[in-house]
């Protein structure tokens, strides 16, 4: 079956912008995790979703971050007025309950000018 | 602070060789240790993972040796192949501690033919 999407692979844009990440899991997934990879760093953990509800956002950095997933499936996580120190390979990762097996994406690369 | 700490760095093998990278942990509430596997421009994938209440956990060439006691796990790769070269995370989590998984800062394997 298919596994965890995101798009898109690749976004480059300029300081102060305002960007959205989308990640598609694998079906049937109720949990679904956002994490931050910088470049020679493990994964750094930003939100989690059990279901529709953010049952974790201890990760977010600032209140530039926000993350949805409205109908327990598809997830977005926005960026208000990027910075360059945003700059990381975003990954998200589903699993079929909290704690289980978490697959994950192939992350989208952010690069802010 | 980290919580979990991965070493070394980076790693070079002789083909049939074994690779062996190290994990070490503070927090007691960590009861699922996995081990993952990131290929450039790839999210990271599911390689191994051990619970506590067993030392050792083995998968065809992959090996997880864990010491509750020292609060340490390991990786070991045994026959080690070319492919194999990618970088190498292990983490931790439990429910008590929210429900993500806290990496190491992942050791990068070269396996020379």
């Known amino acids: 079956g298919a596994g965890v999407s995101q798009t898109p692979s690749n976004k480059v844009t300029e300081k102060g912008k305002y960007v959205e990440l989308r990640c598609d899991p694998i079906s049937g997934h109720t949990a679904l995790y956002w994490y931050r990879q910088s470049l020679g760093q493990g994964p750094e953990f930003l939100i989690y979703f059990q279901g529709t509800g953010a049952a974790d956002d201890s990760g977010l950095p600032n209140d530039r971050f926000f993350a949805v997933r409205p109908e327990g499936s598809v997830s977005t996580l926005k960026i208000q007025r990027t910075e360059r120190g945003d700059s990381a390979v975003y990954l998200c990762a589903s699993s079929f309950s909290a704690l289980d097996t978490q697959y994950f994406g192939p992350g989208t690369r952010l690069t802010v000018l | 602070q980290q919580q979990v700490k991965q070493s070394p760095q980076s790693l070079i093998v002789q083909k049939g060789g074994i690779s062996i990278i190290n994990c070490a942990y503070e927090?007691?509430?960590?009861?699922?240790f996995p081990w993952y596997q990131q290929f450039p421009g790839k999210g990271p994938a599911l390689l191994i993972a051990i619970r506590p209440d067993v030392s050792e956990k083995k998968e065809g060439r992959f090996t997880i040796s864990f010491n509750k006691s020292a609060k340490q796990f390991s990786l070991h790769i045994m026959d080690s192949q070319p492919g194999d070269s990618a970088t190498y995370f292990c983490a931790a989590g439990s429910k008590n501690t929210g429900n993500q998984f806290y990496f190491g800062t992942g050791t990068s394997l070269t396996v020379i033919p």
């Open positions: 927090n007691t509430a960590f009861d699922y």
